[in-house]
C-alpha cells in the first residue's frame, strides 16, 4: 500500500497507492431471524451472517416445534397411532396418513377395496393442491404482495370445506384407516368436488400469469439461489424443489403406490433451479393433481357403492350392526378395540409423494400391537439441509423468499 | 481516512434545518394575510392532515379489503366509521417501550422529526385563488422558492427513518435504516429532475404561479407527461409504499426501523407515512393536473358552474384519485429487492428523467413551440404502451453475486 516508506513524513496523496487501498473497515453482522419471525413459516430459527445484507453463512436451527411423535407412536397402536400422523404435515396432511396406512398395510397383508384406494388418491391430490396454495399464499406474502394470499386461502377454503364434509376436520382427518377408510363418500360429494375442479384450472392460470408476468416478481425470483441438479441429489432434496432443477423424479411415478401407475397425468420438470421455477412448478402440479382428481371422480362414479375397507376381520372393526348379531363379531371388535392387531415380524418402509417431496414411514415391528420403532422420513426435514446452500450469497431479502420456496412445514422437521 | 460515522447524521439534519430557515423570510410579497390568519390556516392545515391521516388508515384498509375479497373494519361505529378513533386510543393507551440499549434522545426524536417534516410541506399547496378562504388566500404561506423548499423539507423526514433506525440500537432496525438511506440515494435524484422539468417549462418555483401557468397554456401533464409518470413513482418511492417499502418489510426485517417502536411513537411512524402519501398527492395534481381548478373542457358545459367549480371540491377529488391510485398499487405490487429499487432509481429513473429534463430544456432556452412537447409526451405514451403490451418480456437480470467469505 505505501509506495515510499520516506514520504510517510510528508503524507500526500502520492504517498499511497490509492487503488490499493483497503477497502472501508466492515464487520461481519450475526444476525438472529426466528424462532419468532413473521416469515419463518412456523419456528424455524436461522442465524445468518451478513455482510451488509448480503448472506455470507446460515445455519438453520430447528428443534422449536419438536412434540415427540414419533416416540409417542411406539406407545399406541397401530391404529391409534394415525392420530399422530396428520399433525406432523398439517398443511399436507392425507399424505402422511396415507404413507403411515401404506407402511402398515404392507407390513400385515392388508389389502385395500379399489373403491377405497380411489377416494385415498382423491383426497390426497385435493389435499395437495390446498397445500400449493399455501405455499403460493404465504410465498407471495414474503415477496411482499399482500393481495395473493387471500386469492390462494378462498379457493383452499373450498377445499378444506369439502375435507370437512367428508371427515369432519378441516386439517387432522384421522379418516384413513389400516386396509381402506373410516367410512364411504357422504351423498352428493363427487358433485361438489366436480365443481371445484371445473374451476380449478382457471384459477390456476390467474396465478401462474400473476408470477410469469409481473417483472417485479420476476427479477426477484429469476436466477436467484439456483441449485443444480447434481448438487439438489447431493443434498437429498426431493419433490417440487428437486423437478424445478431439472430432475425427473416424483414416487407417483417411479416408485406407484395406491393405484398412481393407472393415472395419465404429467410429471412436470423445470430447468432452471431457481426460486421462480420453484414456484412456478407448484402451480404446473396443482393442474396435474387436477386431472387425477378428474379421473378417480370419474373411476368412482362407475364404480358404484362398495366395500371401503378391508373385510379381514383381524384388522379392521366388523359392521356395527354385526355385533348384535354374531357373538364372533363381538370378540373381534373386543379385541382390536382393546388390545389391536399384531403384525408379523418385521420392518417396512413404502415411499410415496406429498406435497413437499418423498415421504415415508421406516416401521420396525416386534410382533406386538405396537411399533417397536416409526421413524418418518420426512421432506420438509430433508429439504431443510438444502438452505444453508440455497442462501449462499444471496441479499437478506432473498432469504425469506428462500425458505417460502423450499416449503418447509415445521411440524413435518420436528417431529 | 476517516470512517463514516453515524454520529455524525443529527447534525446534518440540524444543519439542513438551518438552511431552511431563510426560506422563511422570502415568503412572496404579494401574500397580503395578516399573520393571525397564517396562524389559524396552519392550525387548520395541521388539523385537517392529521383527521386526513386517521380516515385515510380506515380507507386504505377498506380498499385493500375489497382488492383483497374481504370486508375490512366495519365493527366500530357505523360501517367502521369509528375505527380510526378506537385506533388512536389504543396506540395512546398502548405501553410505551423504550429498549434499554437505545439511544433515549435520539429514540425520542426521530419520530417527532418525521412526522414534523412531513407536516411542513402542506400548507405550500393552493387550494383556491387568491381570496377564496373567507377572503383570505387559501394556503398558509406562498412561497417564491416553493417547489425547492418542499423538496428539501420532504428529504430531512427521511432522516426521521434513518435515526430510528440507528436509535433503537436493534440488527433489524439498522438494517431498515439502511435500507432507508439506500432508497433515498436512489430515488431522490430521480424525483429532483422530474420536477425540475415543470419549474424549467413555467419558469416559477412557486406553486401559485404553475398552477396559473396551467391555467393559460393547459395541464402540465399534457405537455410533461414523462416527467409526471416519473414523478408518481419517485413520490411512492419517497412515502416508502409497497414496492419501495423495503425499510419496513414486514416479512424480512420484522418493521425494519419501526421494530422497536410501540404506542404513539410508532404511530407517528404512520402518521408521517400517510402525510407524505397525502402531500403528494395533493402536490402531483397541483404540478401536473392544474391544481384546484377544474378541466378546462368542462368550463363548456353550460350547467356545470357554481358548487360543481368550487376549487375546494376539485382539489378534493384530484387528491383522492392519487390517494386511490397509490392504495390500487399497494394491493397489486410485490416488493423490490434492495439492490434492485438503487438499480431502478439509477439505471431508469435518473436518466429518463435527465432525457426529458434536457429536452424540456432545450425546447424553452430555443424558444420552441410547446407543442413539440405535446407530441412528444403523447409519442411517448404511445412507446411505452407498445413497449407494455408487446415487448415488457422480462429480461434475465444480471447476476450480482460475489462469493461469501471463505469461498
Known amino acids: 500500500m505505501i509506495k515510499d516508506p520516506s514520504a510517510l513524513h510528508s503524507p500526500s496523496e502520492e504517498a499511497y497507492d490509492l487503488a490499493d487501498a483497503p477497502e472501508l473497515k466492515s464487520e461481519v453482522m450475526t444476525l438472529n431471524v426466528g424462532p419468532q419471525h413473521p416469515s419463518t413459516h412456523g419456528v424455524l430459527r436461522v442465524v445468518v451472517d451478513l455482510s451488509g445484507e448480503q448472506i455470507l453463512r446460515l445455519t438453520p436451527h430447528i428443534g422449536y416445534l419438536h412434540t415427540g411423535f414419533e416416540k409417542n407412536m411406539e406407545n399406541r397402536t397401530y391404529t391409534q397411532d394415525i392420530t399422530y400422523t396428520p399433525r406432523m404435515d398439517y398443511l399436507h396432511s392425507f399424505a402422511h396418513d396415507l404413507a403411515y396406512a401404506l407402511s402398515v398395510e404392507k407390513l400385515v397383508g392388508a389389502e385395500v377395496p379399489l373403491r377405497a384406494q380411489t377416494i385415498r388418491v382423491m383426497l390426497n391430490e385435493l389435499s395437495r393442491i390446498a397445500s400449493h396454495l399455501v405455499f403460493l399464499g404465504t410465498g407471495m406474502l414474503d415477496f411482499g404482495a399482500l393481495t395473493p394470499f387471500f386469492y390462494a386461502f378462498r379457493e383452499r377454503e373450498a377445499v378444506l370445506d369439502l375435507f370437512e364434509w367428508v371427515t369432519g376436520q378441516r386439517f387432522h382427518h384421522n379418516y384413513i384407516r389400516i386396509g381402506g377408510l373410516k367410512e364411504d363418500l357422504p351423498e352428493g360429494f363427487l358433485e361438489q368436488v366436480k365443481k371445484f375442479i371445473a374451476a380449478m384450472p382457471a384459477r390456476i392460470d390467474e396465478y401462474e400469469g400473476l408470477f410469469r408476468e409481473s417483472p417485479i416478481f420476476y427479477e426477484r425470483a429469476k436466477g436467484v439461489s439456483v441449485i443444480p441438479a447434481e448438487d439438489a441429489i447431493n443434498l437429498s432434496l426431493t419433490g417440487g424443489s428437486l423437478r424445478a432443477s431439472g430432475v425427473n423424479y416424483d414416487v407417483r411415478k417411479a416408485y406407484p403406490y395406491a393405484g398412481y401407475e393407472t393415472y395419465a397425468f404429467e410429471v412436470p420438470v423445470l430447468q432452471g433451479g431457481d426460486i421462480f421455477d420453484r414456484v412456478i412448478i407448484r402451480a404446473l402440479e396443482m393442474r396435474e393433481s387436477v386431472k387425477i382428481i378428474a379421473q378417480a371422480v370419474e373411476r368412482l362414479e362407475a364404480m358404484g357403492e362398495g366395500p371401503v375397507r378391508d373385510p379381514d376381520p383381524q384388522i379392521s372393526l366388523p359392521p356395527r350392526k354385526l355385533l348384535e348379531t354374531s357373538m364372533e363379531a363381538v370378540i373381534y371388535h373386543f379385541k382390536l378395540v382393546t388390545e389391536g392387531f399384531h403384525p408379523a415380524l418385521g420392518e417396512v418402509y413404502v415411499p410415496t409423494e406429498s406435497a413437499r417431496g418423498e415421504l415415508g414411514y421406516y416401521i420396525v415391528s416386534d410382533g406386538g400391537s405396537m411399533p417397536y420403532r416409526v421413524k418418518v422420513r420426512a421432506p420438509s426435514f430433508v429439504n431443510l439441509q438444502t438452505l444453508p446452500y440455497a442462501c449462499k450469497g444471496v441479499q437478506m431479502a432473498d432469504m425469506v423468499v428462500v425458505i417460502a420456496s423450499l416449503d418447509p412445514v415445521m411440524g413435518d422437521v420436528d417431529r | 481516512m476517516t470512517a463514516f460515522s453515524i454520529r455524525r447524521v443529527p447534525k446534518l439534519g440540524f444543519v439542513g434545518l438551518l438552511g431552511i430557515a431563510p426560506a422563511f423570510a422570502q415568503a412572496s410579497e404579494a401574500s397580503t394575510d395578516p399573520l393571525w390568519m397564517v396562524g389559524i390556516k396552519a392550525f387548520l392545515v395541521i388539523f385537517g392532515l392529521l383527521t386526513a391521516f386517521a380516515y385515510m388508515t380506515l380507507i386504505e384498509r377498506r380498499i385493500l379489503a375489497r382488492i383483497q375479497i ?76 416553493g417547489i425547492l423548499y418542499i423538496f428539501a423539507v420532504s428529504e430531512i423526514a427521511v432522516y426521521g427513518i434513518f435515526l430510528a433506525g440507528w436509535a433503537s440500537n436493534s440488527k433489524y432496525s439498522l438494517l431498515g435504516s439502511l435500507r432507508s438511506s439506500a432508497a433515498l440515494i436512489s430515488y431522490e435524484l430521480g424525483l429532483g429532475m422530474s420536477l425540475l422539468a415543470p419549474v424549467v417549462l413555467v419558469g416559477s418555483l412557486n406553486l401559485q404561479a404553475i398552477v396559473e401557468w396551467q391555467h393559460t397554456h393547459g395541464w402540465l401533464i399534457l405537455y410533461l407527461l414523462p416527467a409526471f409518470a416519473l414523478f408518481v413513482v419517485s413520490s411512492m418511492a419517497e412515502a416508502a409504499r409497497t414496492p419501495f417499502d423495503l425499510p419496513e418489510a414486514e416479512q424480512e426485517l420484522v418493521g425494519g426501523y419501526n421494530t422497536e417502536y410501540s404506542s404513539i411513537k410508532w404511530a407517528l411512524f404512520q402518521m408521517a407515512e400517510y402525510i407524505h402519501l397525502i402531500t403528494a398527492s395533493a402536490l402531483i395534481p397541483t404540478l401536473f393536473l392544474g391544481g384546484w381548478r377544474m378541466p378546462g373542457f368542462l368550463t363548456a358545459i353550460p350547467w356545470i358552474g357554481g358548487f360543481f367549480a368550487w376549487p375546494y371540491l376539485w382539489m378534493f377529488v384530484k387528491i383522492a384519485l392519487f390517494l386511490f391510485f397509490f392504495i390500487w398499487v399497494r394491493g397489486t405490487f410485490f416488493r423490490l429487492r434492495y439492490d434492485q429499487l438503487m438499480r431502478f432509481g439509477w439505471g431508469r429513473l435518473l436518466p429518463l428523467a435527465l432525457i426529458w429534463f434536457l429536452i424540456v430544456a432545450a425546447v424553452v432556452a430555443f424558444k420552441l413551440p410547446l407543442s413539440i412537447l405535446a407530441w412528444l409526451s403523447a409519442l411517448s405514451l404511445i412507446g411505452f404502451s407498445i413497449y407494455v403490451v408487446l415487448g415488457a418480456k422480462p429480461q434475465a437480470p444480471r447476476r450480482t453475486m460475489r462469493p461469501g467469505v471463505g469461498d
Open chain 2, 70 to 145: 374481504r370486508q375490512g373494519p366495519n365493527r366500530v361505529g357505523p360501517d367502521g366509521l369509528l375505527q380510526p378513533l378506537a385506533d388512536a386510543i389504543k396506540s395512546i393507551l398502548k405501553e410505551d417501550i423504550v429498549p434499554r440499549a437505545a439511544d433515549k434522545l435520539v429514540f425520542w426524536l426521530a419520530p417527532m422529526i418525521s412526522v414534523t417534516f412531513a407536516v411542513l410541506t402542506f400548507g405550500l399547496i393552493p387550494f383556491g385563488p387568491k381570496h377564496a378562504f373567507f377572503g383570505f388566500d387559501p394556503w398558509v404561506i406562498n412561497l417564491d422558492v
